[in-house]
């Protein structure tokens, strides 16, 4: 069974910094897809950034390249969100998604929806300006 567990949000002034963590259990896959995935209020989810685990390779929404970085540490079985440079509209309810095992050579499709099987619970981040 595999759980994704979210920490790390909470309460930051415009300017801030939070770091997002997921740490996954029960997951063996060698080729997969994980990710950032936010939802304000009112508003339709989106991906934030993704991580291909073969090779690393990243993927980033527009409105967060050059101030967030994801990453993963393996020995440790989670994924991290590095959040700087904090503005009003990342406020939203953030989740870690992972994807079952895909044929290697799939990093392109970690930057879309598809592949994402399993969730976390969310956790909140909010921006005051």
């Known amino acids: 069974q595999v759980q994704l567990v979210e920490s790390g949000g909470g309460s930051v002034q415009a300017g801030g910094s939070l770091r997002l963590s997921c740490a996954a259990s029960g997951y063996t896959y060698s080729s997969y897809c994980m990710g950032w995935f936010r939802q304000a209020p009112g508003k339709e989810r989106e991906g934030v950034a993704h991580i291909y685990s073969r090779g690393g390779s990243t993927y980033y929404a527009n409105s967060v390249k050059g101030r967030f970085t994801i990453s993963q540490d393996n020995a440790k079985n989670t994924l991290y969100l590095q959040m700087n440079s904090l503005k009003p509209e990342d406020t939203a309810m953030y989740y870690c998604?992972?994807?079952?095992?895909?044929?290697w050579g799939s990093g392109a499709v970690c930057a879309t929806s598809r592949p994402y099987n399993y969730w976390g619970q969310g956790t909140q981040v909010t921006v005051s300006s």
């Open positions: 998604a992972a994807s079952a095992e895909l044929p």
